[in-house]
């Protein structure tokens, strides 16, 4: 029973025979999927810059002071991650909590802002889905990743809840690393948008 | 039982970054974000430089948060391809799409 017991306790069915985790691998690949596609998108807001007919241009419409300060909120929220992951690897769960919830929270104002930014544009500019090339190319590419955003929050949320209800603790280091990587990969997308379709002129 | 599991379980603060070097990572991020605004606001810079430099600083803060946050500098190499492979390819499409659609906005257009 003893050696049954420690046979079990060495084979970890989430390890496979390259000796990594399965789970960790399987987000990885999630991740380069996304990556090809919001690289689609991007792509296809570039093409079309600059060719629309109607409507107000982008920098008829960004609010780059609003914009910079939702990027400073999303990088924030990703130095408040690898916090929490510190804390559930030394096994302060309360801790952990805590900084999930400050990611979550910052995502969720990110969101906030993102919302404020669609409504103005709609309702005082006048650009929505359908005016034009531009409108269309960058309410999917920011729309998209704003939904990226809404499911890390709610997937952030959950990690916490389970955290203050004693459900999580170091051995679940795999699953919070794992939520880790998603939201640190919607902060790397917002990088490329800020650049890309924000500044550029 | 528990005790074997726990005991089971890999130790996860070796390989990666320190506390210290998150919060740096993380002053560096802002810094580059703010530099990345006020070049806008310079006057007579030149289309391309802004452009060169706004792509540089954003690629620098890119491989910041997937070495230092996403822990890729430290993991394994299957792992860095699984990722960087997929970024090639996303880049490609890219510029795929504005050759394609003859949209190299990003270059200062020369009109004969």
Redesign the interface.
């Known amino acids: 029973m003893a050696d049954h017991?420690?046979t079990?306790?060495?084979h970890?069915p989430n390890i496979g025979t390259?000796?990594?985790d399965h789970r960790?691998?399987g987000m990885?690949?999630f991740?380069?999927?996304d990556?090809?596609f919001?690289?689609?998108l991007?792509?296809?807001y570039?093409?079309?810059?600059?060719?629309s007919l109607s409507g107000p241009g982008p920098h008829d419409v960004f609010n780059?002071p609003l914009t910079?300060y939702s990027?400073?909120l999303l990088?924030?929220s990703?130095?408040f991650?690898?916090?929490a992951l510190?804390r559930l690897?030394e096994d302060r769960i309360k801790a952990a909590a805590f900084w999930l919830f400050a990611t979550a929270a910052f995502g969720l104002h990110f969101v906030l802002n993102q919302v404020y930014e669609f409504t103005t544009f709609a309702l005082d500019e006048g650009l929505t889905l359908s005016t034009s090339l531009f409108g269309s190319s960058f309410f999917v590419l920011t729309g998209f990743h704003g939904a990226h955003v809404t499911g890390g929050v709610l997937w952030l949320s959950i990690l916490m809840v389970l955290a203050l209800r004693g459900k999580l603790d170091?051995?679940d280091?795999t699953k919070v690393?794992i939520a880790?990587?998603y939201w640190?990969?919607v902060?790397?997308v917002w990088?490329?948008i800020?650049?890309?379709v924000y500044?550029?002129? | 039982?528990a005790e074997?599991?726990?005991?089971?379980?890999p130790s996860?603060?070796g390989g990666?970054?320190t506390?210290k070097t998150?919060?740096n990572?993380?002053v560096a991020?802002?810094l580059l974000?703010a530099i990345?605004?006020a070049t806008?606001y310079i006057p007579g810079i030149p289309?391309t430089l802004?452009?060169s430099a706004?792509?540089f600083?954003?690629a620098l803060?890119?491989f910041l948060?997937?070495g230092f946050?996403?822990?890729l500098r430290y993991d394994?190499p299957?792992?860095r391809a699984?990722?960087v492979?997929?970024?090639i390819?996303?880049?490609a499409?890219?510029?795929?799409?504005?050759a394609?659609?003859g949209?190299f906005?990003?270059l200062p257009r020369h009109v004969p």
């Open positions: 017991t420690a079990h306790a060495i970890d390259t000796g990594l960790k691998m990885w690949i991740l380069g999927s990556c090809m919001f690289g689609s991007i792509g296809t570039l093409a079309y810059k600059g060719k780059i910079s990027a400073a990088l924030a990703s130095l991650m690898v916090l510190t690897n170091r051995r280091y690393e880790g990587l640190h990969f902060d790397i990088i490329a800020f650049t890309i500044l550029i002129p | 039982m074997a599991h726990a005991a089971a379980q996860h603060g990666h970054a506390v998150y919060i990572v993380a991020l802002a974000t990345e605004v806008l289309h802004l452009v706004l792509l600083m954003s803060k890119f948060v997937v946050f996403m822990h394994s299957i792992m699984l990722f492979g997929p970024l390819i996303a880049i499409i890219i510029l795929a799409l504005l394609l659609l949209a906005i990003l």
